[in-house]
Structures are given as structure tokens and as C-alpha cells.
């Protein structure tokens, strides 16, 4: 109008969102017993319907066999330039990590996953630490969580819904629940430990919690995470 020049503007909104992967109907559940062996229980509905173990030994026992090598080359002074562990055990620990994965996508389930923060290795022989130390605990559960929802799985992405702290593992009661409060001395808690054994002051269980009971937990805490969801 009169010769001026009229501006058009646009705007526009970016906006974002999180995109949760599709939840599968069950819980598979998994602790790392030793060593050599994952224990697992399956959930389907709030019920455990399935228990067993994976064998990582034939894993693992590869890379111990090259470790104790290169240690024993070291021991002897030997040149070892250039011959470090720290690849063969990022690849052991994508094995074990595959395995898990593979299981729970043979179930149908997301997956809880025992978060190892602490491993007692006083009690163990040279053999038994230098397994723990095969685990890279630092970045297994990590690597869980990435390759469920990265990698190409039947049935589409695998959700870690729990990473359930080895202290509840520890020191909760396989009979009555109850659990040693963070803090709280052995004379005082409702529940400690001696070496193996758990005793309890609440309901008084002693002895060993196996590891189908603490995977069972595992199972339990994902299995509630997953009903909240659902319902939200």
C-alpha cells in the first residue's frame, strides 16, 4: 500500500518428544552368580514361570587362558608392548551381553538386571578374582541396556526396565523381604552377613540365598517397574 513493502513472517516450533520402544509382556530377571554362570528367572504376569542358568564358562575360560599369559610374561619380565587384555575383553564382554539378550528376546521379555557396584574378592583364590575381573562389571550393564535397544532383535528393541543394586542382593531376606538399611552395623541391622550366610532378625532365616532367589528379586523389582508403567 502507498508503495511499501509488506513482510511476511513465519514461525516455527520445534518440538520433541521421548519415544519409549514398545514394552514386551514379561520380566526376565538376571544375576550374576559367579564367575561362570548367569542365574535368571522369568515373570510373566507377576508370577515366576520359568529359573535356569546361562554358562558363560566357555566364554570366559578363553580369555582367562590368554590373561594368565600375558601375566606370566610379565611375571618373567618379558616384553609384552603392545599386547594389551583390554580388547579381547571388551569382545568377551559383547559375548556375555548377546547371550542375555538373546534370552530375553526368546522369552518375549524386557529385562532387570542385577547392577554389580561391589565384588568381594577376599575370599577368592587368584583364579576366582581373575574370573570376577573377566565380568567387566564397569561396562556390562551398560552395554545390556545400549544393544537391547540398538541392536536388531526379533520382535523389535529389548528395554532394561531395572538396574537392581548388588547391595539389595546381599541383604535382603529370601523369606520375609527384609533388608539391611544403608549405614546400619551388623549388632543393629535386621540383616547381615558372615562371609556366605545371611541371617535374619525379623523372621530368623540363616544361611545361603541362592541365586535363583536373587535373580527371583531382579525379576520382582522389574516386573513392578513394568506394571507401573503400563499403567500410567
Same mark, same amino acid.
Given at each position: 500500500?502507498?508503495?511499501?513493502? /509488506? $513482510?511476511?513472517?513465519?514461525?516455527?516450533?520445534?518440538?520433541?518428544?521421548?519415544?519409549?520402544?514398545?514394552? #514386551?509382556?514379561?520380566?526376565?530377571?538376571?544375576?550374576?552368580?559367579?564367575? @561362570?554362570?548367569?542365574?535368571?528367572?522369568?515373570?510373566?504376569?507377576? *508370577?515366576? =514361570?520359568?529359573?535356569?542358568?546361562?554358562?558363560? $564358562?566357555?566364554?570366559? =575360560?578363553?580369555?582367562?587362558?590368554?590373561? %594368565?599369559?600375558?601375566?606370566?610374561?610379565?611375571?618373567?619380565?618379558?616384553?609384552? !608392548?603392545?599386547?594389551?587384555?583390554?580388547? *579381547?575383553?571388551?569382545?568377551?564382554?559383547?559375548?556375555?551381553?548377546?547371550?542375555?539378550?538373546? %534370552?530375553?528376546?526368546?522369552?518375549?521379555?524386557?529385562?532387570?538386571?542385577?547392577?554389580?557396584?561391589?565384588? *568381594?574378592? #577376599?575370599?577368592?583364590?587368584?583364579?576366582?578374582?581373575?574370573?570376577?575381573? %573377566?565380568?567387566?562389571?564397569?561396562?556390562? +550393564? @551398560?552395554?545390556?541396556?545400549?544393544?537391547?535397544?540398538?541392536?536388531?532383535?526379533? !520382535?523389535?528393541?529389548?528395554?532394561?526396565?531395572?538396574?537392581?543394586?548388588?547391595?539389595?542382593?546381599?541383604?535382603? &531376606?529370601? $523369606?520375609?523381604?527384609?533388608?539391611?538399611?544403608? +549405614?546400619?552395623?551388623?549388632?543393629?541391622?535386621?540383616?547381615? #552377613?558372615?562371609?556366605? %550366610?545371611?541371617? &535374619?532378625?525379623?523372621?530368623?532365616?540363616?544361611?545361603?540365598? @541362592?541365586?535363583?532367589?536373587?535373580? #527371583?528379586?531382579?525379576?520382582?523389582?522389574?516386573?513392578? /517397574?513394568?506394571? /507401573?508403567?503400563?499403567?500410567?
Amino acid at each position: 500500500v502507498g508503495g511499501q513493502i /509488506k $513482510e511476511e513472517w513465519e514461525i516455527h516450533f520445534a518440538t520433541a518428544r521421548e519415544v519409549f520402544p514398545a514394552l #514386551r509382556p514379561n520380566v526376565l530377571g538376571v544375576h550374576f552368580a559367579d564367575g @561362570s554362570v548367569v542365574d535368571w528367572v522369568l515373570e510373566r504376569e507377576g *508370577d515366576c =514361570s520359568e529359573s535356569g542358568r546361562i554358562s558363560v $564358562e566357555q566364554i570366559l =575360560s578363553k580369555g582367562l587362558d590368554e590373561k %594368565l599369559k600375558l601375566e606370566e610374561r610379565q611375571g618373567r619380565l618379558a616384553w609384552v !608392548g603392545g599386547k594389551t587384555y583390554a580388547s *579381547d575383553l571388551k569382545r568377551r564382554t559383547y559375548e556375555v551381553a548377546k547371550a542375555i539378550l538373546a %534370552l530375553a528376546s526368546e522369552k518375549d521379555a524386557n529385562l532387570a538386571i542385577e547392577e554389580i557396584n561391589w565384588v *568381594d574378592k #577376599r575370599h577368592g583364590g587368584a583364579e576366582a578374582n581373575r574370573r570376577f575381573s %573377566l565380568w567387566n562389571y564397569s561396562q556390562l +550393564g @551398560s552395554l545390556i541396556e545400549w544393544l537391547g535397544l540398538e541392536g536388531s532383535w526379533p !520382535g523389535g528393541p529389548i528395554v532394561t526396565l531395572r538396574k537392581v543394586s548388588d547391595y539389595l542382593l546381599r541383604y535382603t &531376606c529370601p $523369606e520375609c523381604g527384609a533388608c539391611r538399611k544403608a +549405614g546400619e552395623k551388623a549388632l543393629e541391622a535386621t540383616t547381615w #552377613r558372615e562371609k556366605n %550366610l545371611l541371617f &535374619c532378625r525379623k523372621c530368623g532365616f540363616e544361611g545361603e540365598v @541362592s541365586g535363583e532367589a536373587q535373580a #527371583r528379586l531382579v525379576a520382582r523389582l522389574g516386573s513392578e /517397574k513394568l506394571s /507401573k508403567l503400563l499403567s500410567s
